[in-house]
């Protein structure tokens, strides 16, 4: 196993402990093999206020990725990024080669982020991008990233078809998320995406529960 992941100048802010789930869903290739995880942290359904994102990957992390008592999920694993974690990344350290960071689409797009993020991909950090859409605040991101995710549920099909035109100039795989039905499937494979993820394929199994 890769040495523990670290984080730079960044401490948790969450409440008093509560209750929390860590899920894996599979992502899938055009042939429905199992090639990477994302993990999901859920807090209890009775939470009733905000948990920190921040934390939440904290805990994916310290819960999963590095306890050493957790059997890994096969392939790479994905994991959501906050921009206060994105920035705690150390430049000094080597990425785990198993991890894609997974950058969330309200993450908040700046020079000094771009400049963090180009020096981390130059240490071989692999960077998705959640929930993509196609925006002039968010095209920079393109440059770093080596996995575009597109919410299928969130697009009509002609933005659907619109954004997989305009990101097939880059050089990023295109992922699409949320599959729920065949015919999903059926109009994603017809547009050329190379991975897949959702209920259609696998149901989010619970690794960690605190």
Request: net charge negative.
């Amino acid at each position: 196993m890769d040495a523990a992941v670290k984080f730079e100048s960044f401490e948790y802010h969450d409440a008093a402990p509560y209750a929390y789930q860590i899920a894996k869903q599979a992502i899938v290739d055009k042939r429905h093999r199992t090639i990477a995880h994302e993990l999901l942290f859920r807090a209890a359904p009775d939470r009733t206020t905000d948990y920190c994102g921040s934390c939440a990957t904290r805990h994916v992390f310290d819960d999963v990725i590095n306890a050493p008592d957790v059997e890994l999920p096969v392939g790479d694993l994905f994991v959501n990024m906050t921009r206060d974690i994105l920035m705690a990344l150390p430049l000094n350290s080597r990425p785990l080669d198993h991890v894609v960071y997974e950058i969330l689409e309200d993450v908040e797009v700046d020079a000094a982020l771009m400049t963090h993020l180009h020096a981390l991909v130059d240490q071989g950090y692999q960077f998705a991008l959640d929930d993509y859409v196609l925006t002039e605040n968010a095209r920079p991101l393109l440059t770093i990233a080596s996995i575009v995710k597109l919410d299928i549920q969130s697009l009509s099909t002609t933005a659907l078809i619109q954004h997989v035109h305009a990101l097939r100039s880059s050089s990023c795989l295109l992922l699409a998320e949320k599959i729920e039905t065949p015919n999903e499937w059926r109009l994603c494979h017809s547009l050329g995406f190379d991975l897949f993820q959702g209920f259609l394929f696998h149901v989010p199994d619970v690794l960690v529960i605190k």
